[in-house]
């Protein structure tokens, strides 16, 4: 079992950051390679940004590309989304997640524990 509590989401101006922290607890985080996935009002949950295990290979989604990083400290059992030059379009709940699974990082189905969310809002 993995629980995992996400924070720093808030209400930021467009052009600000955030900083996005997502600790694990249970099983060991090494082993998951873990994501980010956000979603608007009104539209279905997305992909934003995964890395793997040992934290070598980053993925993101196009909107993401270039604006958002992922990180992960194991040491500390936390996955990391910094976000800059924020749009009211990136407006959503964000969640981060666990998956056993090597492959297919996009795809919500093949990630096993989900956050509760943390609320970034992006006004303009």
């Known amino acids: 079992q993995v629980q995992l509590v996400e924070s720093g989401g808030g209400l930021v101006q467009a052009g600000g950051s955030l900083r996005l922290s997502c600790e694990a607890s249970?099983?060991?985080?090494?082993?998951?390679?873990m994501g980010w996935f956000r979603q608007a009002p009104g539209k279905e949950r997305e992909f934003v940004a995964a890395?793997?295990?040992?934290?070598?290979?980053?993925w993101y989604a196009g909107s993401a590309k270039g604006r958002f990083t992922i990180s992960r400290d194991n040491a500390k059992n936390t996955v990391y989304l910094e976000m800059n030059s924020l749009k009211p379009e990136d407006t959503a709940v964000y969640y981060c997640a666990a998956s056993w699974q090597s492959s297919d990082y996009q795809s919500q189905s093949t990630y096993d524990y989900w956050g509760q969310g943390t609320q970034v809002t992006v006004s303009s």
């Open positions: 249970g099983r060991t985080f090494m082993n998951w390679r």
């Open positions: 890395i793997s295990r040992g934290g070598s290979a980053t």
